[in-house]
């Protein structure tokens, strides 16, 4: 059942007086629970996709429709994870986690232990009373995770979350976003430039291309988790994304 | 810095501290009797015995009112400057509309308003709380408004989606407390400038009381060892005043700026 639908949807900019399609003809159906990727060469539209999702931005044409209803704004039932870091600095960890009860008018017990209950998830309980900058990167953005998390959204948009990590991180904080995953079922739609990184965790992988950004491709992927990174299947569908994307030099025409 | 300073090594700036306040008393109280003319120079000790003459007169009387003309002055400033400088901040339309006339306001020295406020509030607290408002207000409001508009889009999108739609929750959750730390030195600045109105206001005439209109009538008595004397004692306030607002506000409300600035 799709949880969300975007249809026909076109973006257009306008940089230095000149119309620039940043999207074009957009048509997805995202399924409940379902971990879906983004892929697809800078500038190709992915963070303009999530954000039109997300409500932050609003498409030319088309529309997006969460359970049938036109989005027309952002709201919590749409948590995001942004590519950039975004946690409060004057919040402490604790504080930015406990930002969306706080608004909905939780009472503070209770908000204080929902937000500790998803700071142990994302395992960084012994971390409350930090402020953003006292945190490693990786960090920052687990604890955007619970901040999202914690509204108990129908869906969790990440741009990037790990752009900024190392490789060793970035692998770890994979598996934990699976396990979180596991744990809290939600429909995730996650940006990445990582070919390596869509295949570990994707139900299917979106591959879009630019100028215009358009949709090139969806890919399945339907290996049980945990995923090896380096199996045959893996590899196969590696050499079909990259061929996609038009990275691979010798493209082998699929049937 | 500051924090990985050892004890012995704060001990002995405090002590090099004293030193040099106690240099400058003996250099002072030399000259003074080198020049031998109390008109000229008074010496410490005779300020010390004005200061002990008149330090109940202080307290009780040119204190207060000073105290009191500070107060109207920086309440008034504040409580202009916070919703205008917050609204030019957030809305462009009130940035727009509002914007000629702080600039064609702001570059007027306060103390110029010294007639008018005579005119209009005669010579009474409101008038000097005036010019000290005319002080105080345009530090306040640019840097209320600088601080909502650095604030990074990043901030008010994340709020959005977690919730806070409405701009009444963005403003006080997010732009206030980013705007924070700017605003607080804005109040500083205009604590600085608001005193030098207030002793300027009651020195000319704005007020019949407090700390500025003594030194201007212990002038016209020639008695110069209480003009320095009140001199001191401003200058003193002004120190008080400036490090206990910078304790509590830098050190207790805005802690979670220490490790984004140096
Ligand atoms: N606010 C804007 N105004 C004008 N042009 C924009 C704006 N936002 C995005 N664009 C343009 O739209 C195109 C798509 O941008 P977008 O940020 O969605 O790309 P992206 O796929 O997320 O890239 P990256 O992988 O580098 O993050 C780019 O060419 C960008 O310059
Ligand atoms: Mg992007």
Redesign the pocket.
């Known amino acids: 059942m799709a949880i969300i639908e975007v249809k026909d949807v076109f ?1 257009l ?3 230095d007086g000149k119309e ?1 399609e ?1 999207l074009h003809d957009i048509n997805l159906s995202i399924r409940e629970n379902e971990f879906i990727c983004f892929i ?12 039109i999702i997300a409500g932050l931005e609003n498409p030319t044409s088309g529309a997006v429709y969460l359970h049938g209803e036109p989005i027309k704004g952002p709201g919590p039932e749409r948590g995001m994870v942004f ?1 950039e870091y975004s946690l409060f600095p004057w919040r402490t960890v604790l504080d930015n986690v406990a930002f969306g009860p706080e608004l909905k008018g939780t009472p503070k017990e209770e908000r204080i232990a929902k937000s500790r209950q998803y700071l142990k998830m994302v395992g960084l309980e012994r971390f409350e009373s930090r402020y953003p900058h006292e945190l490693s990167g990786g960090m920052k953005q687990r604890v955007a995770i619970a901040r999202a998390l914690v509204n108990d959204p129908l869906a969790l948009l990440m ?2 979350p790990f752009g900024a990590l190392d490789a060793q991180t970035r692998n770890t904080m994979q598996s934990e976003l699976l396990r979180i995953w596991g744990e809290d079922k939600k429909t995730v739609i996650f ?1 990445t ?1 990582s070919v390596d990184e869509a295949i570990y965790l994707a139900d299917r992988i979106v591959i ?1 291309s ?1 100028r215009p ?1 358009r949709i090139k491709d969806v890919i399945d992927v339907a290996f049980p988790r945990p995923r090896n990174r380096t199996s045959p299947e893996v590899n196969r569908i590696r050499d079909r994304i990259l061929c996609d994307l038009g990275t691979e030099i010798a493209c082998i025409p699929r049937s | 810095m500051a924090k990985t300073r050892s004890l012995r090594d704060s001990f002995s700036e405090r002590g090099i501290e004293a030193l040099s306040i106690v240099g400058l008393i003996v250099v002072w109280q030399l000259a003074a009797g080198a020049v031998n003319e109390t008109l000229l120079l008074p010496s410490f000790f005779q300020v010390l015995a004005a200061f002990s003459n008149s330090w109940q007169s202080i307290l009780w009387e040119d204190l207060p009112t000073s105290l009191l003309h500070f107060f109207i002055g920086m309440a008034a400033g504040l409580l202009v400057a916070l919703p205008v400088g917050m609204s030019m901040g957030w809305f462009r339309m009130v940035d727009k509309a509002l914007d000629p006339i702080v600039e064609i306001l702001r570059p007027i020295p306060p103390l110029v308003w010294i007639p008018f406020a005579i005119v209009w509030f005669g010579l009474s607290h409101e008038a000097a709380g005036f010019i000290i408002f005319m002080g105080a207000v345009f530090p306040i409001l640019i840097s209320t408004y600088v601080g909502f508009r650095n604030l990074p889009r990043v901030y008010v999108e994340s709020a959005k989606v977690l919730g806070a739609t409405k701009d009444i929750d963005l403003v006080r959750y997010v732009a206030i407390p980013f705007a924070l730390p700017s605003i607080a030195g804005g109040v500083r600045i205009a604590m600085g400038i608001a005193w030098m109105c207030l002793a300027a206001a009651e020195m000319f005439g704005v007020s019949t009381s407090g700390l500025g209109y003594r030194i201007w009538s212990y002038y016209y008595l020639h008695q110069m060892d209480y003009v320095l004397l009140y001199m001191i004692v401003l200058g003193m306030l002004g120190l008080i005043i400036d490090r206990s607002f910078r304790y509590v506000v830098e050190e207790k409300m805005l802690k979670w700026q220490a490790g984004l600035t140096q």
Do not use: I, N, W, Y
Request: hydrophobic share 40%; net charge positive; glycine share 16%.
């Open positions: 973006k900019f306008l940089a620039m940043a697809g060469p800078s500038g190709c539209g992915k963070t303009t996709l999530l954000r590519q741009d990037e940006v430039h879009m630019a950004g």
